[in-house]
């Protein structure tokens, strides 16, 4: 069988010459949640693994296992991944010779890339992306900075590295990642809106969490949260909900439950107390939905599953939500929930479930091939689904 998260951390821990207790105490987890952990009889959290990473001195994607899931299935691919790739370096050499596309038409496909994003198509999304920063770049280089025009020409290259940013990051192109992160952030700069930095720092956080930087992105968040504190409006309104959002999820990955919760509620509050508009950035969803969906991932982000399934019984999930990641999250997380509070059969089926809401956003993702692990440590049964799921995720049982 694959080492789990919780072998990796035994076996870094081994070699730092620790005992668990040691461990426990430097990352403020129970001893027997560790024992738990290292043993397979319960799935790693994010914060529990961060803790661990940081503790241990240890990279956080090799506890994580991404390091060789991303050289085996992203990073070594030809086609789209390696087009990502070249289209980061592209920006002063885009090689265009057909006519421009105007900046309507360049607008329209951005849109399109949203909408391939919100379905989790994340190959068709690699595969057409590239043609329209190409075309972006030598707009950029043509309108002058400050203008309306220049604006208006930042503005769709800041989407446009957002959405860089999201393929990237499936195929593990994770110095593409990191390039797109600080393009977002200089294009939303330029791009005349007042908004649109806190958007990029929002986006930004994402990269700062995959390294366990929670400071940093909860520096991040709360830097966003000044810089627009005196522009009023819904939707400065709606990105100040998404970012609280985003800083529950931070304080949950550092163990601050009362700060999560806090956050979260008091965000509830605010969607519930008028209806905010979707914002006109991507990834910007100030819904009472996705507001609910992060209350029940604080309680998971704290290994709490009993009070995760109970927040949960209280949210009720379209199933035509259009945005298939934040759908296939859901029910990772409902995995989960399920899994501590020993339903194996409902654990699965949500995995399950997960799969078939975002199979490309989702199947080389840390928490599916956790629970994967934890269940079949957990039992020496290998039903078909579990063993079906696991060949298709590539988890060896």
């Avoid at 600080?182 to 005349?192: I, K, L, T």
């Avoid at 985003?246 to 979260?264: P, T």
């Avoid at 080389?364 to 689904?385: F, G, M, N, V």
Wanted: net charge positive; glycine share 6%; with cysteine.
């Amino acid at each position: 069988m694959a080492p789990h998260i919780g072998a990796r951390i035994a076996q870094a821990r081994k070699a730092a010459g620790w005992t668990q207790a040691q461990l426990s105490q430097r990352t403020h987890f129970s001893v027997q949640l560790v024992s738990a952990v290292e043993q397979g009889r319960k799935p790693a959290s994010p914060a529990f693994t961060t803790a661990a990473a940081r503790a241990l001195n240890t990279d956080l994607q090799w506890l994580l296992g991404q390091d060789q899931v991303h050289r085996q299935h992203h990073s070594e691919q030809p086609g789209p991944a390696g087009e990502l790739r070249a289209v980061i370096d592209a920006w002063d050499d885009p090689d265009i010779h057909a006519p421009l596309d105007g900046l309507d038409v360049l607008a329209q496909r951005i849109a399109a890339g949203e909408r391939l994003r919100h379905r989790g198509r994340y190959d068709e999304l690699a595969a057409t992306l590239p043609p329209v920063l190409r075309q972006l770049y030598v707009h950029t280089a043509d309108a002058t900075p400050g203008t309306e025009l220049g604006e208006q020409v930042a503005a769709l290259l800041a989407d446009g590295y957002s959405l860089l940013h999201a393929a990237a990051n499936r195929y593990g192109l994770i110095d593409v990642v990191a390039q797109a992160v600080d393009r977002h952030v200089d294009a939303a700069e330029r791009s005349g809106d007042p908004l649109r930095p806190a958007v990029a720092a929002y986006r930004r956080t994402n990269h700062q969490m995959r390294y366990g930087n929670f400071t940093a992105a909860l520096r991040s968040l709360q830097r966003a949260e000044r810089g627009i504190a005196d522009i009023t409006g819904p939707t400065a309104d709606a990105i100040r909900v998404q970012l609280a959002l985003r800083q529950s999820v931070v304080a949950a990955r550092v163990g601050d439950r009362n700060l999560a919760d806090e956050l979260v509620t008091d965000a509830r509050g605010r969607v519930r107390a008028r209806r905010l508009p979707v914002a006109p950035y991507p990834n910007v969803i100030a819904s009472r939905l996705n507001a609910d969906m992060h209350w029940m991932t604080a309680a998971m982000e704290a290994q709490d599953g009993t009070t995760a399934l109970q927040r949960a019984r209280e949210v009720t999930l379209p199933a035509s939500h259009p945005d298939r990641p934040r759908v296939a999250h859901w029910h990772l997380d409902l995995a989960r929930a399920w899994l501590l509070h020993g339903d194996r059969a409902r654990s699965v089926a949500a995995l399950n479930t997960a799969c078939r809401a975002a199979p490309q956003h989702v199947r080389y993702h840390p928490s599916l091939h956790e629970t994967i692990a934890t269940l079949a440590a957990q039992d020496a049964r290998r039903t078909d689904s579990l063993a079906g799921l696991a060949r298709w995720a590539e988890v060896r049982l």
